[in-house]
């Protein structure tokens, strides 16, 4: 629905369309500035009928980075490949109340492979064990039930739940090219260090999405008002410099507006503000999201 | 490059960004009317080791468009899955001046296979060949080597020329939702006799995508010139009855121009015209194209 109250229709049951610009996508992502979406029709995958899980632990940030590249050069395609450095093992160690293995890795890969043959699942798993031993990975566990998939899972799924109940903190959903990750973690870990606040980073390597997580701890909240805006700037000039974005998922909102210059020059932005001004001339849709006009 | 002269760039080497509207996805498509691309950066995927085609010819369009649904079903992800109608495949067999496997079926399916495992394939190809055979194929052939495989996609690859050597020819672009394949082909059919002129269909039906030829044949100049606005206009009425669109590959263009008002609305079409004018305030990007203004 427009903000006009025109209802309009883009896209529909069938997989390509080049009929006139992409409205559609124009539309995804929009975060409610250009109009409201009352239906959508969505591509669905059958379930696949197996899951197993990977967790592999790596003595360096390098070579889990290294291996990220080399899973998906190796001609399988995983359900996910996700990423926790030293940090958010350790922080979604202390929430747990117990240990995980391997939790004082320098980094850990958990890959969910997925697919209708249990043979075919196999040999994948052989494939990508073969290319993450290849890349220095210290061990290779299997978790091939859901009993066992869950706990393989603990620490990853906790960590997000863990950060929030250490302090104050702040997130942000960093993008760089995959093979940038090390880069990303190290840039990232010197910038905590510089403000004395905790750095936990984890997310989904195989998209380079990583979600840093800046933690409070035991600064004032004084001070911690004061750093967060120049600590989030210069997190977000890291990734941009690295050839990367400055949000994967979440969105712009409000909290990253002041950033969007980083990653869109003027031009663009004015793109922007013409596009809002064409769909919501009486600028009534979410007002003070993405940008401000 | 913008039409003001100013140079921007959108995207980036990452997977994921939802900084902003996705400009991106407006630029691609666009048809050269709101910017000049100079700079693209592709996703690319490593070359499969192995490739496999099989050929599944069907006494009925029903069966061979209920296979298609079946074969994506199945958890098996096929390079391709073509499709010919008999007219297409006779169209072809002509223009080869040989006969082909199974010319006289009414419909035939090209199926294309890659992996990195001959065994994971082999596994694919029987599962592939279960659900083809569970929808009433007559047969399946299997082409294990290049040319083998050359000689099953013969009529298939011939039979965009073989229609332009017969006569005077228009090719539409249509798509539908996979399903609604049968009523397509039948519509069509249905309206080229009406005007006496000779409809192959073929194309990308894994995709719902049909190259819609109508061939002049016998009818007169002056005849043709007549019909072809009305008889396109027909076929784009039943794309879009059936739940499609106008082009799936191929864009507006000018050719296709006259019917975009078939699938995008009063409103939308407004919209165009804004974005237009946005990045293109002086018109002078590949004007006339897609929409006059």
Same mark, same amino acid.
């Given at each position: 629905v427009l903000p006009t109250g025109e209802v309009v229709s883009t896209g =529909?049951?069938? $997989?390509?369309? %080049? +009929? =006139?610009?992409?409205l559609t996508q124009l539309l995804v992502g929009s975060e409610g500035t250009l109009a409201i979406v009352t239906r959508a029709i969505c591509k669905l995958i059958p379930r696949p009928r197996f899951q197993k899980s990977l967790l592999v632990p790596f003595g360096s940030l390098e070579d889990a980075a290294r291996a990220v590249g080399e899973i998906l050069r190796s001609g399988v395609l995983p359900q996910a490949v996700e990423f926790m450095e030293r940090n958010a093992l350790l922080t979604a160690v202390e929430h747990l109340g117990r240990s995980v293995p391997?939790?004082? +890795? @320098?980094a850990q890969l958990l890959i969910a492979l997925d697919g209708n043959s249990e043979d075919l699942l196999d040999a994948e798993i052989e494939t990508i064990g073969e290319a993450v031993m290849a890349c220095g990975a210290v061990e290779v566990l299997l978790a091939d039930d859901p009993r066992r998939q869950e706990e393989l899972w603990s620490a990853r799924n906790v960590i997000g739940e863990a950060v929030k109940k250490i302090s104050a903190y702040k997130e942000e959903d960093t993008v760089v090219p995959r093979s940038r990750l090390p880069e990303l973690i190290r840039g990232v870990r010197a910038i905590a260090e510089k403000y004395a606040v905790r750095a936990v980073c984890y997310g989904h390597a195989g998209d380079g999405n990583i979600h840093v997580n800046v933690i409070k701890t035991s600064i004032t909240e004084e001070r911690w008002r004061e750093i967060i805006g120049p600590l989030t700037h210069e997190i977000f000039g890291l990734t941009v410099g690295l =050839?990367?974005?400055?949000?994967? @998922?979440? =969105? %712009?909102? $409000?909290?990253q507006k002041d950033s969007l210059g980083l990653v869109l020059s003027r031009p663009l932005i004015e793109i922007h503000h013409g596009i809002k001004r064409l769909f919501d001339p009486n600028l009534i849709l979410n007002p003070g999201k993405i940008f401000d006009l």
């Open positions: =529909g049951r069938f $997989l390509k369309d %080049v +009929a =006139g610009y992409n391997h939790q004082e +890795a @320098e =050839g990367g974005t400055i949000t994967g @998922e979440h =969105g %712009v909102g $409000l909290s």
